[in-house]
């Protein structure tokens, strides 16, 4: 297991199309993010698994958004009816168990392009 | 107000110069403070944490000024290679997530 692993690395599709990305996190990492950047932007907050629970999901996050995790493992994340305002880096992030927060480790993202 | 706010820069110094980076947060009860560092078409990668005392990892310095709400990234005798933009994030207990900043882009010339 050497960090957090997405797939695929990039997607073209056409407008209207559903897409689904993979993230698998670090085996030990009970805490999943996944966060959406565009050109010079930070990365912006999308939402926040601890173990299968989805406990945090961004008011930015329309309906056509929909994230699991359904074994505490690895999550998807689905965007139904993609937009060109969708196309952007889709990065998902993990981190160690903790009354705190621990550091992300991040995965080299998902380059979505809506055409 | 944003979460976070970073001046976007750019900031362009010479190789060798000291340089200062702050970053605001607009919520009192925040918890959690990092820097991070995002080379081009790269994912961020943790630079260093911020502790209350402030802290130190070779030529960075981080500091936290909790009353007036703002954190500080100090690069001393900088390099080339520090050349990349510096993201601010802050960790907000009650609402489970981490916010990034703008960032802060820096490039260094020799």
């Known amino acids: 297991d050497t960090g957090v692993s997405q797939n695929p690395r990039h997607k073209i599709t056409k407008r209207g199309q559903n897409v689904t990305f993979r993230c698998d996190p670090i085996?030990?990492?009970?805490?999943l993010y996944w966060y959406r950047q565009t050109l010079g932007q930070g990365p912006e907050f999308l939402t926040y698994?601890?173990?299968?629970?989805?406990?945090?999901k961004s008011r930015l996050l329309s309906d056509r958004f929909s994230a699991e995790r359904p074994k505490g493992s690895f999550s998807t994340l689905e965007i139904q009816r993609t937009e060109q305002g969708d196309s952007a880096m889709y990065l998902c992030?993990?981190?160690?168990?903790?009354?705190?927060?621990?550091?992300?480790?991040f995965g080299q993202g998902t380059r979505l392009t809506v055409v | 107000r944003k979460e976070v706010e970073q001046d976007p820069g750019p900031f362009n110094v010479p190789e060798g110069a000291t340089v200062a980076f702050n970053c605001t947060y607009s919520?009192?009860?925040?918890?959690?403070f990092f820097w991070y560092r995002q080379d081009c078409r790269k994912e961020p990668k943790l630079l260093m944490s911020?502790?209350?005392s402030g802290n130190e990892d070779g030529r960075f310095t981080a500091q936290l000024n909790r009353a007036s709400q703002y954190i500080s990234l100090l690069i001393r005798d900088s390099k080339l290679s520090d050349s990349a933009t510096y993201l601010c994030?802050?960790?907000?207990?009650?609402?489970?997530?981490?916010?990034f900043g703008q960032g802060t882009r820096l490039t260094i010339n020799p």
């Open positions: 085996s030990e990492h009970n805490r």
């Open positions: 911020v502790y209350s």
């Open positions: 919520n009192s009860a925040s918890q959690s």
């Open positions: 994030v802050v960790g907000f207990q009650g609402a489970q997530k981490l916010v």
């Open positions: 698994f601890q173990n299968e629970a989805q406990l945090e």
């Open positions: 992030a993990s981190s160690l168990p903790g009354t705190g927060f621990s550091p992300l480790l």
